[in-house]
C-alpha cells in the first residue's frame, strides 16, 4: 500500500502547513497532500514546490462543497502542478477541465455531502457508482470516504469498490491506528491517507509528527 501524508486538519490544510512540511522533509515519504481550503494559494504553491524538489508525488484533495468552488479549486490544482487531483463530485466539469493535461484523477464514488465530508448510499450503490466512474477516459482511481459513512461497514465498502472497479483506490479520511490501516490493506485499497490523527497525536510515537510518520510507514513496509 501507499500512505499518503495529508498536511490537513478538519478537512482543511493546516495554516502552518509549509513550517510543518520543513519539520518533516527528512522522512521516507513518498506522496504528501494538502485540501483545497485551509490555506493561501501561495501557500499552496510553494508547499508543491518544495514537495517537487524532495522527488515526491503531490495531491491536492477537493473538498468544496458548490460546483463553482469545486471547479476553480480543480483549476488551481492544474496551475499548481500536483500529480494527482483527489476528490470533487463535479466529475463532468472536472474532466473537461483537466482534458490532456499531465496529471491523474482520483474522484469521489457515492453520494458525499457537507464539510467535513460525509459519503452515503447503500454499498451496492457506491459500488456501482465506482464501476461506472472507472470506466471513464481521464479517471485513473478512486477517493474512497469509506470511514466517513455512517451506515456501513468500512472495510466492507472497501472491498466492493475494489472489486467493481480495476483502478487504484485511496481510502481516505479518519484512519487513526493499525487496525483501520490493516483493514483497508486486507480490502485491497491501494492507498489511504492520514492527516488529523497525526496532528492530534494519536499514532505511536505522538506528539512528534516525524516519529508518528516513520511510524505510519513501518506498518506499510510490514504488508509489501
Known amino acids: 500500500m501507499e500512505f499518503i501524508f495529508m498536511l490537513t486538519h478538519d478537512d482543511a490544510t493546516v495554516a502552518n ?16 497532500g494538502f485540501k483545497d481550503v485551509g ?18 508525488t503531490v495531491f491536492l484533495e477537493v473538498v468544496s462543497t458548490s460546483r463553482k468552488d469545486e471547479l476553480q479549486s480543480i483549476e488551481a490544482g492544474l496551475d499548481l502542478g500536483v500529480d494527482v487531483l483527489m476528490g470533487g463530485t463535479n466529475h463532468e466539469g472536472a474532466l473537461d477541465l ?13 453520494t458525499v455531502v457537507g464539510h467535513p465530508s460525509e459519503l452515503q448510499g447503500s454499498i451496492a450503490e457506491i459500488a456501482a457508482h465506482a464501476s461506472e466512474l472507472t470506466s471513464r477516459p481521464g479517471v485513473h482511481g478512486l477517493d474512497l470516504l469509506a470511514f466517513r459513512h455512517q451506515g456501513v461497514d468500512p472495510a466492507e465498502l ?10 487504484p483506490v485511496v481510502v481516505a479520511g479518519s484512519i487513526d491506528g493499525a487496525a483501520r490501516i490493516q483493514s483497508v490493506e486486507g480490502a485491497g485499497a491501494w492507498g489511504f491517507t492520514i492527516g488529523g490523527a497525526i ?3 494519536r499514532l505511536p510515537g505522538g506528539p512528534d509528527l516525524g516519529r508518528q510518520i516513520e511510524w505510519t510507514l513501518e506498518q506499510i513496509s510490514e504488508t509489501r
Open 17 to 32: 502547513a509549509v513550517e510543518v512540511y520543513e519539520s518533516i522533509r527528512t522522512t521516507g515519504l513518498r506522496q504528501v
Open 39 to 56: 490555506a493561501t494559494p501561495a501557500t499552496l504553491r510553494r508547499l508543491t514546490e518544495l514537495m517537487h524538489e524532495d522527488g515526491r
Open 199 to 201: 496532528f492530534d497525536g
Open 158 to 167: 472497501t472491498r466492493a469498490v475494489v472489486a467493481f472497479c480495476q483502478l
Open 98 to 110: 483537466i482534458g490532456q493535461a499531465p496529471v491523474r484523477y482520483f474522484p469521489f464514488p457515492g
